[in-house]
């Protein structure tokens, strides 16, 4: 598959186009916007590309420490590309001081150990989306604090798959969440 100079993808001598260029979505984008929070993330390129996820959706990007990794490390800032200007990057020391200073309208936490899948819930305009670091999950207190019918699970087929990548997992279900809010 070859590139064409006016950016579509060429295949067999036929471009294929997106369906809308950048900045033509005519739906709507969730006022207030979705939060991501990364608990404890160790990755850098991990975080770097939802850093870029987040500054594509207008969706603030919330670092619950301790972070595996400093906010200058060279792997972070490459995932990232040249978008950090447009993130809107919140760091906080604990998870309560983001509850404290977030007021978040209600929290999804995302964990392989539970039964309800992202879809069946219905996602409004201020939720946070919740993620654990990539080794661990989500700390078993804060699940232990999470209303039962607000923790979910990205379903997988295959039982000897432990878990999705993280940067994979933040984005099915933020699009999730913006494909409910947009249909309205």
């Known amino acids: 598959m070859g590139r064409r100079s006016d950016g579509a993808a060429a295949c067999g001598g036929e471009g294929l186009r997106p369906p809308h260029r950048r900045g033509t979505w005519n ?4 006022s207030p916007p979705f939060s991501v929070v990364l608990v404890e993330p160790e990755i850098p390129p991990n975080t770097g590309h939802i850093a870029r ?3 594509a959706t207008g969706t603030p990007l919330h670092l619950i420490e301790p972070l595996g990794f400093r906010l200058t490390d060279r792997a972070l800032r490459r995932a990232g590309l040249d978008y950090w200007d447009a993130v809107d990057l919140r760091r906080h020391p604990s998870f309560d001081a983001f ?12 964990t392989v150990a539970s039964d309800r899948v992202h879809t069946d819930v219905r996602y409004h305009p201020g939720d946070a989306l919740v993620f654990g670091s990539e080794s661990r999950g989500l700390p078993p207190d804060l699940l232990a604090r999470a209303r039962p019918g607000q923790v ?9 798959v432990r878990s ?3 940067a994979d ?4 279900a933020l699009y999730e ?3 409910q809010v947009a249909a309205g």
């Open 177 to 179: 969440a913006l494909r």
């Open 53 to 55: 996820l987040c500054a």
């Open 27 to 30: 739906r709507r984008w969730p």
């Open 169 to 172: 997992a933040v984005a099915i």
């Open 164 to 166: 999705l990548n993280l």
């Open 152 to 160: 979910l699970a990205i379903p997988m087929k295959d039982p000897r």
């Open 99 to 110: 509850l404290a200073t977030a007021r978040p309208e209600r929290l999804f936490v995302f």
